[in-house]
């Protein structure tokens, strides 16, 4: 989940709704992909952070009750495999393309050097090098090729991030977004309140709209990931909406 503070309690994105978000991106990116290498791609994007209910995972509230952002460590979660696997059967089960995606993007994620304190994820990455290879040479792409699909992948989720994060940076202030399937270094910042642009331009149309849905959560503290769930489901879903425009 991606957590922040709220002036009425905590304000609450579901990793799919950045998913999303990060798809409705790949959409309108500026990119020449036929379309049995598109499809699959968008639905990567949109997918690689599930394979979990996010409001019933323990590990998403902290040893204080409260919902925890997906950037504080639990370090008595280290090695729970279970979305991670999940993710890929679910991306496995849609085509090869999928799974190699995902596999890379799992890498990006978890393949640092925190990898040596924990012997099960060690073993699960290690892994997707050999199936990441077997798919390579099912599919008769090459490594540079699936590398600049996976640009393509992270480029769009790391905006995606800049977004739900409330990162980006007012009056003209300028941010990197990551390095992009082309190589430019792209810089996003708002030119007006939720109106963002980007330099260089990377998409195919002048203005196009995109939204996230959020919930917030009026409650500081709870005593379980039940009680957590049970005010979640009965919250009113909210949606923010974005302008791009060049």
């Known amino acids: 989940m991606i957590v922040s503070s709220h002036q009425k309690g905590w304000k609450i994105i579901n990793q799919r709704s950045h998913g999303l978000l990060a798809a409705m991106l790949a959409y309108e990116y500026d990119i020449d992909l036929p379309t049995d290498i598109m499809i699959p791609t ?3 994007i949109a997918e690689h952070d599930d394979g979990a209910a996010e409001t019933l995972q323990n590990k998403n509230l902290t040893e204080a009750g409260a919902p925890r952002n997906f950037m504080i460590g639990d370090e008595a979660n280290k090695s729970d495999l279970k979305q991670k696997l999940s993710v890929m059967e679910i991306a496995t089960a849609k085509s090869q393309l999928n799974a190699l995606l995902t596999s890379l993007h799992l890498h990006f994620l978890f393949g640092g050097k925190e990898v040596e304190k ?12 050999a199936n990441r290879k077997r798919i390579l040479k099912h599919l008769t792409i090459t ?14 989720d790391a905006f995606s991030l800049l977004i739900c994060m409330d990162k980006i940076q007012p009056e003209g202030r300028k941010m990197e977004v990551s390095e992009s399937p082309s190589g430019d270094m792209n810089q996003t910042y708002y030119k007006a309140e939720n109106v963002i642009t980007v330099e260089p331009w990377p998409f195919k149309s002048d203005h196009f709209k995109v939204f996230f849905e959020y919930k917030i959560i009026e ?28």
């Open 42 to 44: 968008l639905i990567a």
């Open 143 to 156: 490594k540079k090729y699936a590398d600049h699909l996976y640009r393509f992948v992270e480029w769009c």
């Open 219 to 246: 409650q500081l503290k709870f005593n379980s990931i039940e009680e957590f769930n049970s005010l979640c489901e009965k919250t009113v879903v909210q949606r923010q909406e974005f302008t791009f425009s060049k």
């Open 118 to 129: 924990d012997e099960k994820l060690k073993r699960f990455l290690k892994e997707q090098v």
